[in-house]
């Protein structure tokens, strides 16, 4: 019987580089006030943030995540060529197809490199980290280029109280690539679709073709959510910890998902974080950006604080499906 023959990947991956882009309008928390009854400092308080992000009418998902990538292969100085796949994170493509990947995958001369979209919402960029990882190490790719991208302003109901003050528009990218040792650890990920209703869209496509629905837009159970990040994502977290055989004290940097700032700083204390650990931080200027949280804030974190360089950090993506993911990996 013919034997079938299987790649075979180097010993491990490692992040080379990441790409930003956000949107370009900053929107203050007083213009969005008033459809929702609300105060400046009632957002402040309850979530930490001071402006969001939102994209122009010609920015789209699609063109954040091709800035973001642009930025990520340029800075890695690899041949787009060599880049065996392009993973894009996203629940706001504004096409059931073609998938933003196979956009990306053209913008950046990466062609004929595979394509896909991952919807796991703001857990999708840690997903394909995982995804990444496997891929290289299996020998499937030798690069892969992840992106995480929304345009959450398309998705927003400006009357609604429950998450659209929270949301920005951005996306973030990273290059990962062969290593001679693992710079990417195992990813604890998982889900939970018993609690769907705790966070997602309010209505289908269908009902709103049929007239039966206004435009299908993002909506949550604030209260359910905020218990669900802060005690159980924190036991994942310490698993993630766990499975890569560090602790706490080894790490430079934390960078969860930029929920609400309450819950980060929540997360915080869960874990024990000594003080020289650094906190991606942000959710105050740019919003809840869900699958380009992660990368936006790990591009802020290492621009302001460049010796964490080959540093250790945590980071955790948690959302609506209920689905998570956290790996441990060696920064940039």
Not at 33 to 43: A, G, L, Q, V
Not at 45 to 53: E, K, P, S
Not at 212 to 238: I, N, Y
Not at 313 to 332: C, E, K, T
Request: glycine share 10%.
């Amino acid at each position: 019987m013919a034997q079938l023959q299987q790649f075979h990947g180097p010993a491990g991956s490692r992040i080379y580089s990441l790409g930003a882009a956000r949107g370009e309008r900053l929107v203050t928390n007083d213009e969005l006030i008033e459809p929702i009854n609300s105060s400046d400092e009632w957002i402040r308080q309850r979530t930490g943030i001071i402006t969001r992000a939102r994209g122009t009418a010609e920015q789209s998902a699609y063109t954040l995540a091709a800035a973001a990538a642009s930025e990520a292969v340029e800075k890695a100085g690899i041949d787009p060529k060599e880049i065996g796949a392009v993973l894009v994170a996203t629940i706001s493509n504004v096409q059931q197809s073609p998938s933003i990947a196979a956009l990306v995958a053209d913008h950046v001369g990466a062609t004929p490199a595979a394509a896909y979209d991952l919807n796991a919402a703001c857990a999708g960029y840690c997903y394909a980290v995982a995804q990444a990882d496997a891929l290289v190490r299996s020998g499937q790719a030798k690069y892969v280029l992840v992106v995480g991208a929304e345009k959450l302003s398309d998705v927003v109901d400006p009357t609604d109280r429950t998450i659209s003050f929270l949301l920005g528009d951005g996306a973030g990218a990273a290059l990962i690539g062969p290593a001679d040792e693992p710079g990417i650890a195992a990813s604890v990920w998982g889900s939970d679709g018993s609690r769907a209703g705790a966070v997602g869209m309010n209505h289908t496509l269908i009902e709103f073709r049929d007239g039966k629905s206004e435009w299908p837009t993002l909506r949550q159970d604030g209260p359910s959510v905020f218990r669900w990040a802060v005690w159980e994502m924190a036991k994942v977290a310490r698993q993630a910890l766990e499975v890569a055989g560090v602790t706490a004290d080894d790490l430079a940097a934390f960078i969860p998902h930029q929920a609400n700032m309450r819950i980060i700083d929540e997360f915080a204390k869960q874990l024990g974080l000594s003080e020289s650990v650094l906190i991606g931080r942000d959710i105050a200027e740019t919003g809840n950006t869900s699958a380009a949280s992660i990368p936006l804030a790990t591009h802020r974190l290492l621009s302001e604080n460049p010796e964490l360089s080959g540093k250790l950090a945590l980071q955790i993506g948690f959302g609506a499906g209920l689905v998570y993911a956290a790996q441990v990996v060696r920064l940039p």
